[in-house]
Nanobody
Framework: QVQLVESGGGLVQPGGSLRLSCAAS????????MQWYRQAPGKERELVAV???????NYADSVKGRFTISRDNAKNTLYLQMNSLKPEDTAVYYC??????????WGKGTLVTVSS
């Protein structure tokens, strides 16, 4: 079965950094586009960053210049490097994989809390 497992969340002070990971199995990782979403308390889920199978990237305006999405196809792992974190970044972060063959898969999320 398909599994996406996020890790790396935790408590960090404003201005700090975290790196999230998403380990994928059960899919041909290199042929999937990958995304990070987040959902803050009381808010709708929002798209944070995208990296295509060809490694093209896009970011939400709120995280541009601070977050970097990347992938290691040899390790079947997606990353999100988060720098200069703000309290507004507090959310559950979800990994998503999708493809043109109808695949759409989600992890269970990892909590990031930015607070002093």
């Amino acid at each position: 079965q398909v599994q996406l497992v996020e890790s790396g969340g935790g408590l960090v002070q404003p201005g700090g950094s975290l790196r999230l990971s998403c380990a994928a199995s059960g899919i041909v990782f290199s042929r999937n586009h990958m995304q990070w979403y987040r959902q803050a308390p009381g808010k709708e889920r929002e798209l944070v960053a995208v990296i295509t199978s060809g490694s093209m990237t896009n970011y939400a305006d709120s995280v541009k210049g601070r977050f970097t999405i990347s992938r290691d196809n040899a390790k079947n792992t997606l990353y999100l490097q988060m720098n200069s974190l703000k309290p507004e970044d507090t959310a559950v972060y979800y990994c998503n994989a999708y493809n043109t063959w109808g695949g759409d898969y989600w992890g269970k999320g990892t909590l990031v809390t930015v607070s002093s």
